[in-house]
């Protein structure tokens, strides 16, 4: 497959296959290990690059991972997780009352996909409220597989400089957050660094507003286009834990995600990955794998057919998983529950939004009938 700039990587679209590699120690994430990278042959402000560079849990591997897994979920715990239920439960209510003041069509993806799961990981890692706004706009550009060399390398800075000045704040004046805890998180001497800090920020940010922002939005686009579907829902038929978990396979809120890179000679049914050549996780195809999935290109609440890799698998599994799974949840009984009448808006399709990562549609004009 041939990402931005000309670089050629290996598509893992076969749900068994991604399976096996993403837990193979075959598999590593550190970027010295991919040919391309480490002979300097990338494009100069090559988009993707921040994923590749970016210090922190999704760069390294082995003894490395493990070590700053440990000291993230030392601040990470199922037990913030868990206190979190109550906020995003009344965030969740001030929104929906929201939406009862906006006339005719709207986009619900902005004025509710979008602040809900933004403002849950601005107060869990202590923002202030300008600064979610700024941040945001920043990852956008940084997800995306259009943004020009230029954007790339601002939003690079824009993002470190600005989470940089956030952990500098902590510092100064601890609080009740994550970020807080993170800077005390200790394993004897060890604790993390000022890049690693930053690297962690931004993975959290990334995935815990973006992945959540885009499952709710495909979850409510799902639903309106498959009533009956919804149906089920109401009728107690299915639950909303089941239609998060058919979104994350239909149409999983990560399309793909790099890389990963051969430690060595793979063979891969009839073709053999080489010994520094990148893998490109493509969760969204491994959702529609017809080899694992019956009938993948149905959207059925109903469905157990197998586990699902949206959320990733093995070693590097996605910490907030949990958290995403909450927001949704609470997002979508809520929204459905407050207005029974939503409809999907008159008119085109949405656009979908020009990323390799981020797999959602740019808007989603809705009506309440």
């Excluded at 500098?168 to 609080?175: S, V």
Aim: aromatic content about 6%; glycine content about 8%; some cysteine.
């Amino acid at each position: 497959m041939e990402l931005p700039g000309g670089v050629v990587v290996w598509a893992i679209t076969h749900h068994d296959t991604l399976q096996e590699l993403l837990a193979d120690p075959r598999v590593g994430k550190n970027p010295q290990l991919w040919e391309t990278f480490r002979e300097g042959r990338l494009p100069e402000g090559w988009p993707l690059i921040n994923f590749v560079t970016v210090p922190g849990m999704i760069t390294v591997d082995g003894a490395d991972h493990r070590r700053l897994r440990a000291l993230v979920t030392q601040a990470f715990t199922p037990r913030r997780i868990a206190e979190l239920a109550p906020a995003i439960q009344a965030r969740t209510a001030r929104l929906l009352d929201g939406l009862a003041l906006l006339e005719g069509e709207f986009d619900l993806r902005e004025h509710f996909a979008y602040p809900l799961p933004m403002q849950v990981i601005g107060e869990l890692l202590g923002l202030e409220a300008a600064q979610q706004d700024e941040l945001h706009a920043l990852s956008d550009t940084l997800v995306s597989s259009s943004a020009t060399p230029e954007a790339a390398v601002a939003a690079q800075q824009g993002l470190f400089a600005l989470l940089g000045s956030v952990i500098a704040a902590k510092r100064e004046r601890p609080g009740d957050d994550l970020t807080t805890d993170l800077i005390a998180a200790r394993e004897a001497d060890d604790r993390l660094t000022e890049q690693e800090l930053v690297g962690t920020l931004l993975l959290m940010l990334v995935a815990g507003h973006e992945t959540t922002l885009n499952l709710i939005t495909n979850a409510v686009r799902a639903l309106l286009a498959h009533p009956e579907q919804l149906e089920l829902v109401r009728d107690g038929r299915a639950t909303w834990s089941a239609v998060v978990e058919e979104t994350l396979r239909y149409d999983s809120p990560v399309g793909q995600f790099p890389l990963r890179y051969a430690v060595e000679d793979i063979a891969v049914g009839d073709v053999v990955i080489r010994r520094g050549e990148a893998l490109l996780a493509s969760y969204a195809s491994a959702g529609r794998d017809t080899g694992h999935f019956a009938d993948a290109d149905r959207f059925d609440v109903t469905r157990h057919a197998g586990r699902h890799l949206s959320f990733g698998h093995g070693p590097h599994f996605c910490l907030g998983a949990g958290l995403a799974r909450m927001e949704a949840e609470t997002a979508l009984s809520g929204l459905f529950g407050r207005y029974p009448t939503l409809a999907a808006a008159d008119g085109p399709a949405p656009e979908p939004i020009a990323s390799f990562i981020s797999n959602s549609v740019r808007t989603l004009p809705v009506r309440i009938a």
